[in-house]
C-alpha cells in the first residue's frame, strides 16, 4: 500500500484530530440515550438545550479567542491553547458519570464549549500556516476523511460498549483516549514558528500511514 506523506506539523495535527475527534466519536450516537435515561427530568428538551448551549457559546467565543491569537505573534501561543483547550474538554465526559441533574449537563455542555473555542481557531491557525503548497485539497480532505471514518467507527463501537458495560465505562475511555490526543500537539511544539511568519512551511515529510 503507498504512503500517505505530509509535513511534520500537518500530519501531527491530523492525527491529533483523529485520535480525539474519534474518542468523542464514541459518545455522539448515546448521548440523547444517556440524557434521557440517566438525567432526572432529563427529556429531549433537555438535550436540545445541551446542544444549544454548546454551539452557541462556542460560536460567541471562538471569535474573540481567535482574534487574541492573531495578535500575538508566534505559534507557541497557539499550541499551548490547543493543548489547554483539548485538555479543558478531556474532563467533560468524566464529568458526566457524577450527574444526574439537567444544570449538571448544562454545566459541562458550557466547559465543552470553552475548550473547543480554544482548541478550534488554534488548531485551524497552524494547519493553515504550513499546509503544504499545491496539496491544500489533498491535506484537508485527509483531515476530512480521517475524522469521517474515525467517527463512523467509534460511533458504532460507542453503542455496542454502552450495551454491553454502561455508560460510565464509555466516558471514562473517551476521556482517555482524548488526553493522549490532546497532548500530540506538543511533539510539534519545538517545530513551530516562535515569531510568527505566515510564509514560513516545513518541508519535513512524516509517514502519515
Same mark, same amino acid.
Request: charged letters at 15%.
Given at each position: 500500500?503507498?504512503?500517505?506523506?505530509?509535513?511534520?506539523?500537518?500530519?501531527?495535527?491530523?492525527?491529533?484530530?483523529?485520535?480525539?475527534?474519534?474518542?468523542?466519536?464514541?459518545?455522539?450516537?448515546?448521548?440523547?440515550?444517556?440524557?434521557?435515561?440517566?438525567?432526572?427530568?432529563?427529556?429531549?428538551?433537555?438535550?436540545? +438545550?445541551?446542544? &444549544? /448551549? @454548546?454551539w452557541?457559546?462556542? %460560536?460567541?467565543l471562538q471569535?474573540?479567542?481567535?482574534?487574541?491569537?492573531? #495578535? =500575538?505573534?508566534?505559534?507557541?501561543?497557539?499550541?499551548?491553547?490547543?493543548?489547554?483547550?483539548?485538555?479543558?474538554?478531556?474532563?467533560?465526559?468524566?464529568?458526566?458519570?457524577?450527574?444526574?441533574?439537567?444544570?449538571?449537563?448544562? +454545566?459541562?455542555? &458550557? /466547559? @465543552?464549549?470553552?475548550?473547543? %473555542?480554544?482548541?478550534?481557531?488554534?488548531?485551524?491557525?497552524?494547519?493553515? #500556516? =504550513?499546509?503544504?503548497?499545491?496539496?491544500?485539497?489533498?491535506?484537508?480532505?485527509?483531515?476530512?476523511?480521517?475524522?469521517?471514518?474515525?467517527?463512523?467507527?467509534?460511533?458504532?463501537?460507542?453503542?455496542?460498549?454502552?450495551?454491553? +458495560?454502561?455508560?460510565?465505562?464509555?466516558?471514562?475511555?473517551?476521556?482517555?483516549?482524548?488526553?493522549?490526543?490532546?497532548?500530540?500537539?506538543?511533539?510539534?511544539?519545538?517545530?513551530?514558528?516562535p515569531?510568527?511568519?505566515?510564509?514560513?512551511?516545513?518541508s519535513?515529510?512524516?509517514d502519515?500511514?
Amino acid at each position: 500500500m503507498a504512503k500517505i506523506s505530509v509535513n511534520k506539523i500537518v500530519g501531527v495535527l491530523i492525527q491529533t484530530d483523529l485520535i480525539f475527534i474519534s474518542a468523542f466519536g464514541l459518545i455522539t450516537p448515546i448521548f440523547a440515550v444517556f440524557i434521557t435515561r440517566q438525567i432526572q427530568g432529563g427529556g429531549v428538551q433537555v438535550v436540545g +438545550f445541551a446542544a &444549544a /448551549i @454548546y454551539w452557541i457559546l462556542k %460560536a460567541i467565543l471562538q471569535i474573540p479567542i481567535g482574534k487574541f491569537l492573531d #495578535r =500575538h505573534k508566534g505559534e507557541k501561543d497557539d499550541i499551548r491553547f490547543l493543548v489547554l483547550g483539548y485538555i479543558i474538554v478531556v474532563f467533560v465526559p468524566i464529568g458526566y458519570i457524577f450527574s444526574f441533574l439537567p444544570w449538571h449537563i448544562y +454545566f459541562l455542555q &458550557a /466547559i @465543552y464549549s470553552l475548550g473547543m %473555542a480554544m482548541a478550534v481557531p488554534a488548531w485551524a491557525a497552524i494547519f493553515t #500556516r =504550513h499546509i503544504d503548497h499545491g496539496k491544500e485539497a489533498f491535506e484537508w480532505s485527509l483531515e476530512s476523511t480521517g475524522l469521517s471514518f474515525g467517527s463512523g467507527i467509534t460511533g458504532a463501537v460507542g453503542g455496542i460498549l454502552v450495551a454491553k +458495560f454502561g455508560f460510565h465505562l464509555v466516558f471514562i475511555i473517551v476521556s482517555v483516549f482524548a488526553f493522549i490526543g490532546a497532548l500530540l500537539p506538543l511533539l510539534i511544539y519545538k517545530d513551530v514558528n516562535p515569531r510568527g511568519d505566515h510564509h514560513i512551511r516545513f518541508s519535513k515529510i512524516k509517514d502519515l500511514f
